[in-house]
């Protein structure tokens, strides 16, 4: 799992709730076909198969994250949202602790497993899977 900065995002101007649901997501300077939700890229890795992007809305009191697998070739291949429904999901931590399995951190205490399957062997099963953790 390798940090990169190779991704950006389109900035925002006005007013908060003004602004779009969905962002354009660049890839060195250059626009990719697909829109992402969020705000902010919060952290971004690349694996070997795939890079994993972290977004928020800089909304820090009732923070999401969003989730984001993108392709080698630079396609959307899965989504994950994190949602603030009474609740906050700032972003500590993301540890790997196998080959397409993570251990995210959020706000200290709450702690999520993820398991990434890309590319994803079957139309049934979802390309990022979450369960959370109890105490």
């Known amino acids: 799992m390798t940090p990169s900065d190779r991704f950006s995002i389109q900035e925002h101007e006005g007013e908060y709730e003004d602004r779009p649901l969905q962002s354009a997501l660049f890839f060195c300077g250059e626009t990719l076909d697909f829109t992402v939700p969020g705000y902010v890229i919060d952290q971004q890795f690349e694996l070997h198969d795939y890079y994993l992007l972290f977004l928020n809305w800089d909304c820090p009191f009732e923070e999401g994250c969003e989730v984001i697998v993108i392709s080698k070739q630079l396609e959307l291949v899965g989504s994950y949202s994190f949602t603030p429904f009474y609740n906050s999901y700032l972003l500590d931590t993301v540890v790997e602790l196998s080959k397409d399995h993570y251990l995210l951190t959020f706000n ?24 959370a953790l109890s105490d």
């Open 108 to 131: 200290g205490p709450n702690k999520f497993e993820m398991f990434i399957r890309n590319p994803k062997r079957s139309w049934l099963k979802k390309v990022i899977n979450v369960k």
